[in-house]
């Protein structure tokens, strides 16, 4: 799509980001501004957003670890993150709802996917609410199960995508 950019985040796109995540989210879902700005410095190349001519408009954090525990909190804030592990965790995917509809998110899980796999990382893995299942099996990820997470008061399915055979 003409006009569009899609990159690593930067320390200055930390507002947007941050407002993007409390318009999208619902009630505790949402990253706080301190645990976007840890995720942008500590793992840029884990921190991508997609923006137009004007501003950002989404975008995908993560960390990289050796042993994945998809319920652990304290991994949110990176506690646990090793730039070197080979499983991925993301922990946002995230468009602002005025641009929802529009495949930015397609766009930016295509890219997302093929960043990873160039920084040779053997698994992605997220958890998702029930009506997203479905768009992230698209993509390719094979659904795990019910997760023991309870972040934001809300029920989560785990989900991963084996890049090692891509």
Known sequence: MPGLNIRSAKASDLDRCFEIERVAYAGDEGAT????????????????????????????????????????????????????????????????????????TSLLMKHFIETMTKLQKAEIYLICQTELVKMYEKYGFDYLGKSDSDHGGLSWHEMSLNLLSK
């Open 33 to 104: 501004k301190e645990k976007i700005l840890t995720r942008i410095n500590t793992y840029p190349e884990g921190f991508i957003v997609i923006e137009n001519n004007k501003e950002v408009i989404g975008f995908i954090n993560s960390g990289a670890t050796h042993k994945v525990e998809l319920s652990d909190e304290a991994f949110k804030e990176l506690i646990g993150h090793d730039a070197t592990g080979k499983h991925i965790v993301i922990m946002s995917v995230v468009i602002h709802p005025d641009y929802q509809g529009q495949s930015y």
